[in-house]
């Protein structure tokens, strides 16, 4: 868990992920929280899900620098859900 330059919170899930593979994993990680994919981004750069986790909005990301899929506070106020998944994943 990392904070981030605008005081958001990141978490680091895994780095065992692929850019293919992100594509089969996200919808796992979302679903093991009871969560609701909102939209798809892919492009030739980035894959990234907005998503909501406890009624709350975030970005799951693929990072290929440094590898991972991560789950980022869209604002600092939800930094408290980051923190909970934390202690409990």
Do not use: C
């Amino acid at each position: 868990m990392v904070l981030t330059a605008f005081g958001n919170l990141s978490l680091l899930i895994t780095e065992e992920v692929s850019w293919e593979s992100f594509r089969e994993q996200a919808p796992g990680f979302v679903n093991r929280f009871g969560g609701i994919e909102l939209k798809r981004i892919d492009t030739p750069v980035e894959r990234i899900r907005i998503v909501l986790i406890k009624w709350h909005p975030f970005w799951l990301t693929f990072e290929d620098f440094p590898l991972g899929r991560s789950l980022d506070s869209m604002i600092r106020f939800f930094n408290s859900v980051i923190r909970d998944l934390y202690r409990n994943y």
